[in-house]
């Protein structure tokens, strides 16, 4: 699914990642952790293409094809989707236009038939009963005034109506509070299956109290140090991100 | 320094018109010659002085203009069906070139309502007339009304007893047309609103074709205590059109005026904007939006003045300039020594698409009161680069999400508009004037 070698970003001279590798594959969830500033939004955002990063060196596959040539859109229109840390306001759009807005566009691209009125409103409301959500978001525009939880249930409801093969949550847990938390974990979780990779980009261990990785990985200054099975995330949490300082050793490795 | 310039062609053009004028009462005559008096004293303003200083009426001072009314043009209505903002499912008074058209109008009769053109109500409502034109537009203070008082050969005169409601908005069309010759148009309006009645007014100033053309109006609106006037100005002239506008507004007691402009068309517009409030607990609002490419030029010059305590007043003016256009928006609020308690609010926000538009945004406070809220605040800017990324990263192709954006950013005017097929024909003028032209028809059915 998705193939990371010696990945080497930087933003305004600032080198960030500095030789990341990750391997995920298809059907797989893998979480990302890190203390502050090791890398894991960068991470996250050079995947999903964000201009203000730039990658020095390194390459991505993602299903045969070199992501990092393609541009923001055309990585969706591939099947990814990242989940924003800070999902953007967007006065005067509704979050309905958008959204059809964006599944049409996403299946313009892979050659598929535009959706009309009736089939986009089916599809709705078959998402939102997956997830469990109301209705009343869609009817106000982008993230306007919504709560922090509302943003991030907003995120995962656009990741369900454009299906992508890979997504990538960016600390999709961050400043909730455990019932949004909650409804948030249900949502991702409901979205699992065999075709859909997941990476989710956490700080905290919380998140992975609902939902389950398969493999935890550590970042620290831009690398991956640690990969090991959810224990692992268990094992931060008690010890703290300086307990990998001391261990970690300088040379790079390749985390499966 | 640039020289005023002009005065020999509109001192025939007046020359020109003094056969028809002799019908007039004498009063209108002296107000006339007063009005080609001070123009041929002042010429049109140069770059040297303050209110100009961003606009320069060179290249229009030097145009040979042809006085429009001396023209024999023809219309029919079929020249109005496919126009833009000529048809909004409501009565309509059609003018051309200045001169009223009554087959191609229809007017709303309701007990307490007089819509009329200037002309006829010179002669059927005299008095009103005589008391009020030329009592709020500034003669002196603006050379383009003391042309338009000389030169005008009609316009429109709507007049509304005490206690009169209407539920249909009045809509004027005045349409210039397409001819081989540059031609000037000097139209004159007059607005009444009595105590207590509700008005929409919409007035197109539009244009058909490539002409170089010069539309001159003065509209001039009292109202009354208590009485509410929505007002939509709509500007899509030729794109070789000159623009000078001047609307000014008076207000009565507990009145809210709520005037909308929006410029589309034109090469170089300046619209000076005024509105006084004399009563107290009045409510003064102008909007503006501005959507320009190539070489388009908009100033939008506003004074809301505030003469009394207890009123307030807001500005809400947005502009989107593409290619190399231009726009200005200098917002004059002058608060009198007795308007204790003022509430103003002013805000100029401006997009720009391109590194060579350019916007010069100018708030002008002056305030002889000590007890007020006066705020302004003025944005330029590009497109918010966090929220292009997030509609890319939903699969939105660039072209599309600018366009999302942009419309975005128009739309807080375009809801304010409640006259519902006006506000259609604006999404739909704007989805189809964005650069993008991939929007699909859902943004304006969101």
Not at chain 1, 10 to 31: F, T
Not at chain 2, 137 to 145: G, I, K, S, T
Not at chain 2, 193 to 205: K, S
Not at chain 2, 215 to 242: L, M
Request: hydrophobic share 35%; glycine share 8%.
């Amino acid at each position: 699914m998705l193939e990371i070698k010696d990945l080497h970003a930087k933003v305004e001279d600032q080198p960030i990642l500095r030789g990341l590798n990750l391997k995920v594959g298809a059907g797989e969830v893998h979480s990302i952790m890190g203390p502050n500033g090791s890398g894991k939004s960068t991470l996250a955002q050079v995947l999903a293409g964000r201009d203000t990063y730039e990658v020095t060196g390194g390459k991505v596959d993602f299903n045969g094809s070199n992501l990092l040539d393609l541009d923001p859109e055309e990585r969706a229109g591939e099947g990814l989707f990242m989940a924003f840390q800070y999902p953007v306001e967007i006065p005067g759009v509704s979050n309905t236009y958008f959204l059809r807005a964006a599944l049409n566009a996403v299946r313009t691209y892979r050659g598929e038939e535009e959706v009309d009125a009736a089939d986009f409103l089916d599809l709705v409301s078959e998402k939102t009963e997956l997830l469990n959500i109301g209705k009343d978001l869609l009817r106000r525009p982008v993230n306007e005034g919504f709560s922090g939880g509302e943003k991030k249930r907003n995120e995962i409801f656009q990741m369900a109506m454009l299906e992508p093969k890979l997504a990538i949550l960016d600390e999709t847990d961050s400043g909730l509070d455990i019932d949004a938390l909650k409804v948030v974990s249900e949502g991702v979780n409901a979205l699992r299956s065999p075709e859909r990779s997941i990476i989710i980009v956490t700080h905290y261990q919380r998140l992975l109290d609902y939902i389950v990785p398969d493999r935890v990985h550590v970042l620290s200054k831009g690398r991956i140090v640690k990969s090991g099975p959810p224990e692992l995330a268990l094992e931060l949490e008690e010890k703290g991100y300086s307990w990998l300082d001391a261990e970690n050793s300088a040379s790079p490795t390749t985390a499966e | 320094m640039e020289l005023p310039q002009g005065q020999d062609l509109y001192s025939a053009h007046f020359k020109s018109i003094q056969g028809a004028l002799s019908q007039e009462p004498s009063w209108l005559r002296s107000l006339r010659s007063a009005g080609m008096e001070c123009f041929s004293s002042h010429g049109f303003p140069s770059l040297a002085d303050e209110a100009w200083r961003f606009t320069s009426l060179r290249e229009l001072a030097q145009t040979p203009f042809e006085l429009a009314g001396n023209l024999n043009s023809e219309l029919g209505a079929n020249d109005l069906s496919g126009l833009q903002f000529a048809s909004l499912n409501c009565r309509r008074l059609v003018f051309l070139n200045g001169s009223y058209q009554p087959e191609l109008s229809d007017i709303l009769e309701v007990p307490g309502l007089t819509v009329s053109n200037l002309k006829s109500a010179v002669v059927h409502s005299s008095e009103a007339v005589k008391t009020n034109l030329g009592r709020y537009a500034d003669q002196q203070e603006n050379p383009f009304v003391s042309l338009n008082t000389a030169l005008s050969q009609d316009g429109f005169f709507i007049n509304l007893d005490s206690g009169t409601r209407l539920e249909e908005p009045i809509h004027i069309v005045h349409l210039t047309s397409d001819s081989s010759t540059p031609i000037c148009t000097h139209v004159r309006n007059l607005v009444m609103v009595g105590d207590g009645c509700e008005v929409d007014l919409v007035e197109c100033y539009l244009g058909v074709g490539q002409n170089i053309t010069f539309t001159n109006p003065v509209t001039e609106i009292c109202v009354g205590n208590n009485s509410q006037v929505n007002h939509y100005r709509i500007q899509n002239e030729s794109p070789n059109a000159f623009h000078v506008g001047v609307n000014d507004v008076q207000q009565g007691r507990d009145s809210h005026y709520r005037g909308l402009v929006i410029d589309l068309g034109g090469k170089l517009v300046r619209n000076n904007l005024r509105c006084v409030l004399s009563g107290e607990g009045g409510l003064a609002g102008i909007d503006g939006l501005y959507l320009l490419r190539d070489h388009q030029h908009v100033d939008n010059y506003t004074t809301l003045e505030h003469a009394v305590p207890h009123c307030d007043s807001r500005e809400l003016f947005k502009g989107i300039l593409d290619d190399r256009a231009s726009g200005v928006f200098r917002g004059r609020i002058i608060v009198h020594k007795d308007a204790q308690k003022t509430d103003s609010k002013q805000t100029s926000s401006n997009l720009l698409l391109t590194d060579r538009a350019r916007v010069n945004t100018k708030p002008q406070l002056e305030i002889y009161a000590d007890d007020v809220k006066c705020t302004h605040g003025a944005t330029i800017g590009q497109l918010d680069a966090n929220a292009l990324f997030y509609l890319r990263s939903r699969g939105i192709p660039l072209q599309a999400a600018k366009g999302i954006l942009i419309f975005a950013f128009a739309s807080e005017l375009f809801g304010r508009v409640k006259v519902q097929s006006l506000g259609q024909q604006l999404s739909r003028y704007l989805a189809a004037w964005l650069p993008s032209g991939q929007l699909t028809e859902g943004i304006y059915q969101q």
